[in-house]
């Protein structure tokens, strides 16, 4: 079967490489012609047809899928891919992008009649080699809907570069969650000579802050821009034991609208400031909670317990 190809000629004029621009077929008997018209530099012709034959070998490798796992900005979530699998979790968002491992590269040029979703979504792909084999980005050109059950088929007559098809048709379903859920992408706690970044985790440890002045700055930065004015009461800094009894009234608070970022400035006044004093900083979730500008809540409180030595 034909080829394309480039070629280069040795220094000494005596030996042509050939360079094929695609993969050969496996298990495939090539011919390749040398004509009797190819002349020599001293315009001699070889006087005859030179034949030669090669056979490629057969990739015995299964081609299948490895993995696949739903993704966005903030979280990649595994994808159970066993035959007709449940995939249902508060964590698989309604903007997530499908990730699709294969062990082989393969062309992606109308995979979507291969890749299909039922109910049906379009979609564009795109693809990387890393490693482990070959990154297939599926990115839905809307969001799926909160609730409802996406079959996801990939069928076996899926075929790499190699022409061997899948090993077999991967069938698993995807219910994303009914909202798109708010979450912290960091908590930071600082004061004039200390700072502790909670990775907002929710935490029961005690976070020890030496305060220099009666002030504690908190920077939190969301995954989406919060409604500012219906989540500013669920910012709570509350003290919870310890030494002094405190009063504790907000300084100040700022929104930057490029990094979806609130920095809060709590002051803490002391009547007694001698001794270690507990509080906990806290974030309301839930449905009175923390909330963003489409309604979506933060699904679970966050707090994080800190120490202060006066």
């Not at 090669?54 to 990739?59: P, V």
């Not at 795109?126 to 809307?142: A, P, Y």
């Not at 974030?283 to 909670?289: K, S, Y």
């Given at each position: 079967?034909?080829?394309?190809?480039?070629?280069q000629?040795?220094?000494?004029?005596?030996?042509?490489?050939?360079?094929?621009?695609?993969d050969?077929r496996?298990?495939?008997?090539?011919?390749?012609?040398?004509?009797?018209?190819?002349?020599?530099?001293?315009?001699n012709?070889?006087g005859?047809d030179?034949?030669?034959n090669?056979?490629?070998?057969?990739?015995d490798?299964?081609f299948v899928?490895l993995?696949?796992?739903?993704?966005?900005q903030?979280?990649?979530?595994?994808?159970?891919?066993?035959?007709?699998?449940?995939?249902?979790?508060?964590?698989?968002?309604?903007?997530?992008?499908?990730i699709?491992?294969?062990?082989?590269?393969?062309?992606?040029?109308?995979?979507?009649?291969?890749?299909?979703?039922?109910?049906?979504?379009?979609?564009?792909c795109?693809?990387?080699?890393?490693?482990?084999?070959?990154?297939?980005?599926?990115?839905?050109?809307?969001d799926?809907?909160?609730?409802?059950?996406?079959?996801?088929?990939?069928?076996?007559?899926?075929?790499?570069?190699?022409?061997?098809?899948?090993?077999?048709?991967?069938?698993?379903?995807?219910?994303?969650?009914?909202?798109?859920?708010?979450?912290?992408?960091?908590?930071?706690?600082?004061?004039?000579?200390s700072?502790?970044?909670t990775?907002?985790?929710?935490?029961t440890?005690i976070?020890?802050?030496?305060?220099?002045?009666d002030?504690?700055?908190f920077?939190?930065?969301?995954n989406?821009?919060?409604?500012?004015?219906?989540?500013?009461?669920y910012?709570q800094?509350?003290?919870s034991?310890?030494?002094?009894?405190?009063?504790?009234?907000?300084?100040?608070?700022?929104?930057?609208?490029?990094t979806?970022?609130l920095?809060?400035v709590?002051?803490?006044?002391?009547?007694?400031?001698?001794?270690?004093?507990?509080?906990?900083f806290i974030?309301?979730?839930?449905?009175?909670?923390v909330?963003?500008?489409?309604?979506?809540?933060?699904?679970?409180?966050i707090?994080?317990?800190?120490?202060?030595?006066?």
């Open positions: 079967p034909t080829a394309s190809y480039t070629y000629v040795s220094t000494d004029m005596k030996s042509i490489n050939l360079s094929f621009y695609e050969l496996p298990s495939t008997v090539y011919q390749i012609t040398l004509k009797k018209e190819i002349l020599s530099i001293f315009h012709t070889s005859e030179y034949i030669y090669f056979t490629t070998i057969n990739d490798s299964s899928l993995a696949a796992n739903m993704k966005n903030d979280n990649n979530i595994p994808l159970s891919i066993n035959y007709l699998a449940e995939n249902h979790s508060i964590n698989i968002e309604k903007d997530m992008s499908l699709l491992l294969f062990s082989h590269d393969l062309p992606i040029k109308n995979i979507s009649s291969f890749i299909t979703l039922d109910p049906s979504l379009q979609y564009t795109f693809k990387q080699q890393i490693s482990q084999g070959c990154e297939v980005t599926i990115d839905f050109n809307k799926m809907e909160g609730e409802k059950k996406y079959r996801v088929t990939v069928k076996k007559n899926l075929t790499d570069f190699y022409l061997n098809e899948l090993d077999r048709e991967y069938c698993f379903f995807i219910t994303p969650d009914g909202l798109k859920s708010l979450k912290p992408v960091i908590v930071i706690a600082q004061d004039d000579s700072t502790f970044i990775n907002n985790e929710p935490r440890d976070v020890p802050l030496n305060i220099v002045i002030k504690v700055t920077i939190i930065k969301f989406h821009p919060i409604d500012i004015f219906k989540s500013l009461n910012f800094f509350v003290y034991g310890g030494y002094a009894v405190t009063d504790i009234s907000y300084d100040s608070y700022s929104w930057d609208e490029s979806n970022t920095t809060l709590i002051n803490i006044n002391s009547s007694d400031p001698i001794g270690t004093t507990y509080f906990s974030i309301t979730g839930g449905e009175e909670g909330v963003d500008r489409d309604g979506n809540i933060l699904d679970n409180s707090a994080v317990v800190f120490s202060f030595d006066w």
